[in-house]
């Protein structure tokens, strides 16, 4: 039962990261010791479902580490559908001490993430590199507007899943990114279960495949993925920096006034442009505190070992 509640609040956890545009669930699955697990189950259930569809029920359970991914999946859901609004109401009514947060857990889940490698080389290096560049490419892209038919929502479910499960690469943004991130919030917050099954369905299309090619990595490369995923959670620092100046804005499709394109600012340039408080005491204070959580995860989780083996 112990085992079974830690999971538990481990997809909590994930879920409140993936509703963040700029955080990962993925980041916060490796930090917690279960990416790897998380990345053999999923890539399993293809293989479980043949056993199903032949009847081999029980075989086919154990298969797909049913009461793992079940288990994870319960808290995913508990979080995003409890926590939707009130993450959405915190990064509007106070995005500084919000963004400082995630910072701080961004910054010390590289180390551990950076730690796992066992030896740095030039491969490493620019693998590294590689991670950097195409996290940074990606938080400064400009939004683009996809439609909010049902092909584009199966084809941003499938898209954005495979950036929930790397470290560093927030779902939340690619939806963003496509201009269809207030679609999809709407329809968590509003149930619509039209809009919930298509964008699902894409997802579940999209982990299954790449959370295969992935798992493959880290068993061929580990050293190199590593690196590489370290880079991305490097690069993406740019997107959760807390004090940010507006260049241009955009019409969402509820009429609202959202920003389009951002720049960072220093703290004390962000209050001499806006007028506005930088709260950098808090803002400190907030970035230690999700430094100290990600430790604390990361010790309560035994050291890195899966959890699928003792639930």
Not at 114 to 137: H, M, N, P, T
Request: hydrophobic share 55%; net charge neutral.
């Amino acid at each position: 039962m112990k085992n079974t509640l830690l999971l538990y609040a481990k997809g909590i956890a994930m879920g409140a990261a993936d509703v963040v545009p700029g955080v990962s669930g993925g980041t916060i699955a490796f930090i917690t010791g279960i990416y790897d697990e998380l990345l053999r189950s999923i890539g399993a259930v293809p293989g479980a479902a043949v056993l199903l569809f032949r009847g081999r029920i029980r075989d086919a359970w154990q298969a797909a580490n049913a009461n793992f991914l079940l288990i994870l999946l319960g808290g995913i859901f508990t979080s995003v559908l409890s926590l939707a609004k009130l993450i959405t109401y915190l990064l509007d009514a106070h995005p500084i001490p919000v963004w400082s947060f995630f910072f701080g857990l961004i910054l010390v889940s590289v180390h551990l993430v950076g730690k796992e490698i066992q030896r740095w080389d030039c491969s490493r290096i620019v693998g590294l590199i590689l991670g950097i560049a195409f996290a940074y490419v990606i938080t400064v892209a400009a939004p683009v507007q996809w439609s909010d038919s049902g092909l584009s929502l199966f084809f941003a479910g499938a898209i954005a899943i495979c950036a929930m499960i790397l470290p560093g690469i927030s779902g939340s943004f690619i939806l963003v990114l496509l201009g269809l991130y207030p679609v999809v919030l709407g329809a968590v917050k509003n149930l619509d279960i039209a809009v919930l099954a298509i964008f699902a369905a894409g997802c579940l299309v999209g982990i299954l495949s790449f959370a295969r090619v992935l798992s493959w990595m880290l068993e061929r490369w580990r050293d190199l993925t590593l690196a590489f995923l370290t880079g991305l959670m490097l690069g993406s620092l740019n997107k959760v920096w807390p004090w940010k100046e507006t260049l241009t804005w955009r019409i969402d499709s509820h009429g609202a006034r959202v920003p389009l394109l951002e720049q960072n600012l220093l703290p004390g340039t962000f209050g001499d442009l806006t007028g506005q408080d930088p709260q950098l005491l808090l803002a400190m204070l907030l970035a230690v505190a999700g430094i100290i959580l990600v430790l604390g995860l990361e010790w309560f989780a035994g050291r890195r070992q899966p959890l699928a083996e003792t639930a």
